[in-house]
Antibody, heavy 121, light 108 residues
Framework: EVQLLESGGGLVQPGGSLRLSCAASGFTSSSYAMSWVRQAPGKGLEWVSA????????YYADSVKGRFTISRDYSKNTLYLQMNSLRAEDTAVYFC??????????????WGQGTLVTVSS | EIVMTQSPATLSVSPGERASLSCRASQSVSSSLAWYQQTPGQAPRLLIYGASTRATGIPARFSGSGSGTEFTLTISSLQSEDFAVYYC??????????FGQGTKLEIK
């Protein structure tokens, strides 16, 4: 059974940093691209970042480019999102989502339950 | 960036009736279109991919149609658990992936 479990969210001041983790199980992580998708309170879904199955290709939304870094540790079956220079508008629930192929550019067939990031002074 | 527009924003339908939700892309996305269902406090769930293929375990009352720029999600006979928010997502010109703003399906 595929499971994705996010952690690392919390309250952080503007300009601060946070690292999110997504522990994956039930599938061979190197065979699938992964993404982070966020949802601001009461709002819709916004894709944030993606990484290919092999980890060699990474992609970012313009809103986070230069501030966020996606990575993955295959030995731990874990996906990460390092978030720096956080802003109030980054406040959201962050979901990790599994793609259906090793390359990016597909739908997401499994999602974690999300972790809440609140950026506030 | 491809803009996805869903309509209506809110749809009120009675249980047992049929619901049709629309999604329009600002340019062609071929059949690279997915639909997701989200209930309050939960993660999105994949319903349809490739515009018309049901994901694993999705009931047959859910169907998707369309290609290019116009897409429809149809729920043939609404059950109580179907009242939720529905999002479309394009992954054709995928960087960035873009989602519609959502359609809230509520009980009439």
């Amino acid at each position: 059974e595929v499971q994705l479990l996010e952690s690392g969210g919390g309250l952080v001041q503007p300009g601060g940093s946070l690292r999110l983790s997504c522990a994956a199980s039930g599938f061979t992580s190197s065979s699938y691209a992964m993404s982070w998708v966020r949802q601001a309170p009461g709002k819709g879904l916004e894709w944030v970042s993606a990484i290919s199955g092999g980890g060699g290709s990474t992609y970012y939304a313009d809103s986070v480019k230069g501030r966020f870094t996606i990575s993955r540790d295959y030995s731990k079956n874990t996906l990460y999102l390092q978030m720096n220079s956080l802003r109030a508008e980054d406040t959201a629930v962050y979901f990790c989502a599994k793609g259906v192929a090793v390359l990016t550019g597909t739908s997401f067939d499994y999602w974690g339950q999300g972790t809440l990031v609140t950026v506030s002074s | 960036e491809i803009v996805m527009t869903q309509s209506p924003a809110t749809l009120s339908v009675s249980p047992g009736e049929r619901a049709s939700l629309s999604c329009r892309a600002s340019q062609s996305v071929s059949s690279s279109l997915a639909w997701y269902q989200q209930t309050p406090g939960q993660a999105p769930r994949l319903l349809i991919y490739g515009a018309s293929t049901r994901a694993t375990g999705i009931p047959a009352r859910f169907s998707g149609s369309g290609s290019g720029t116009e897409f429809t999600l149809t729920i043939s006979s609404l059950q109580s658990e179907d009242f939720a928010v529905y999002y479309c997502q394009q992954y054709n010109n995928w960087s960035p992936y873009t989602f519609g703003q959502g359609t809230k399906l509520e009980i009439k």
